[in-house]
C-alpha cells in the first residue's frame, strides 16, 4: 500500500491527519473519495477548510489542487457550502 504522501499535494501533516481518521494509504483515500474524506476531517479538525478539500481531489486524481477544472472546484465548493 502507498502511503498518502507518495500521492501529490498531501504533505506530512495532512497524512498525518488522514491517518487520525482512518485513511492509512492511498488507496484508501480513492476509495472513500474526497468529500467523505474532507467530511470526516472537518468533523475532527475545526481548521479544515475548501482548499484541502480540493487538496484531497487533486490527490486522487494526481493533479496540483490549483489545476482542478473549474467544474469541479465549483461541485467541492457547493459541497463545502452545504456542510456550514
Not at 21 to 42: H, M, N, P, Y
Not at 47 to 60: D, E, F, K, R
Request: proline share 1%; glycine share 4%; aromatic share 6%.
Amino acid at each position: 500500500m502507498a502511503k498518502c504522501t507518495s500521492m501529490q499535494n498531501i504533505g506530512t501533516e495532512m497524512e498525518k491527519k488522514l491517518e487520525s481518521i482512518g485513511i492509512c494509504s492511498a488507496e484508501e483515500l480513492i476509495q472513500t473519495g474526497s468529500k467523505e474524506a474532507f467530511v470526516r476531517l472537518k468533523m475532527r479538525f475545526s481548521n479544515v477548510c475548501l482548499v484541502h478539500l480540493y487538496t484531497l481531489q487533486g490527490a486522487i486524481d494526481n493533479i496540483a489542487y490549483n489545476q482542478l477544472p473549474d467544474e469541479i472546484k465549483q461541485d467541492l465548493k457547493h459541497f463545502s457550502d452545504t456542510l456550514k
